[in-house]
Nanobody
Framework: QVQLVESGGGLVQPGGSLRLSCAAS????????MGWFRQAPGKQRELVAS???????NYADFVKGRFTISRDNAKNTVYLQMNSLKPEDTAVYYC??????WGQGTLVTVSS
């Protein structure tokens, strides 16, 4: 039974950066894939980035070159570094484990 806790969201200006963290209650290598999703008002939840227990990463086209997903196995934590943020990145960001377990989400607001 994995528990996930996100943190790091907040208000940031366009062009700014944030780093989101997802702390897991189990060792990350025991999870096949960790992912970050987001859901904006009026839109369905969408995949942002994922990373497998072997280190393979995948990104949605709309964040390639701007976002980086990484993990720290010693801390049981997955990160999402977000640079060059745009207003359309505004959403609640959710951490996910093996396409099933979800965190409560952290709100990212990109606005001037």
């Amino acid at each position: 039974q994995v528990q996930l806790v996100e943190s790091g969201g907040g208000l940031v200006q366009p062009g700014g950066s944030l780093r989101l963290s997802c702390a897991a209650s189990v060792s990350i290598p025991s999870i096949f894939v960790m992912g970050w999703f987001r859901q904006a008002p009026g839109k369905q939840r969408e995949l942002v980035a994922s990373i497998t227990n072997s280190g393979t990463t995948n990104y949605a086209d709309f964040v390639k070159g701007r976002f980086t997903i990484s993990r720290d196995n010693a801390k049981n934590t997955v990160y999402l570094q977000m640079n060059s943020l745009k207003p359309e990145d505004t959403a609640v960001y959710y951490c996910n484990a093996d396409w099933s377990a979800w965190g409560q989400g952290t709100l990212v607001t990109v606005s001037s």
